[in-house]
């Protein structure tokens, strides 16, 4: 069992920063690939970002892509994403899961997680 607690969002300028950090409970998180998904009002939950249970492999959508950096500390059972030039329509919820390392990459797909956060409402302003 994992536990995911999310924490780091909040309301910020179109251009600006924000980081966030998901905790996770238990001492097999480095047996865990992770991702962010997030879901704005209105629509589907989409795939942001997942990294490696090593943290030696990343994946990004493309609307996020050379913005967002996902990065986790093993150590610290705790993954994080950091947002930059953030843009209007990066406004959502964003919730971190994570998915047994059984194959080799972590997956784009929602299904493929087996645990998730609440999630951290991020709004960014114009």
């Known amino acids: 069992q994992v536990q995911l607690v999310e924490s780091g969002g909040g309301l910020v300028q179109a251009g600006g920063s924000l980081r966030l950090s998901c905790a996770a409970s238990?001492?097999?998180?480095?047996?865990?690939?992770m991702g962010w998904f997030r879901q704005a009002p209105g629509k589907e939950r989409e795939f942001v970002a997942a990294i490696t249970w090593s943290g030696g492999s990343t994946l990004y959508a493309d609307s996020v892509k050379g913005r967002f950096t996902i990065s986790r500390d093993n150590a610290k059972n705790t993954v994080y994403l950091q947002m930059n030039s953030l843009k209007t329509e990066d406004t959502a919820v964003y919730y971190c899961?994570?998915?047994?390392?059984?194959?080799?990459?972590?997956?784009?797909?929602?299904?493929?997680?087996?645990?998730w956060g609440q999630g951290t409402q991020v709004t960014v302003s114009s």
């Open positions: 899961a994570a998915q047994y390392y059984s194959d080799r990459y972590p997956s784009r797909e929602i299904s493929g997680y087996d645990y």
């Open positions: 238990g001492r097999t998180f480095s047996r865990y690939h």
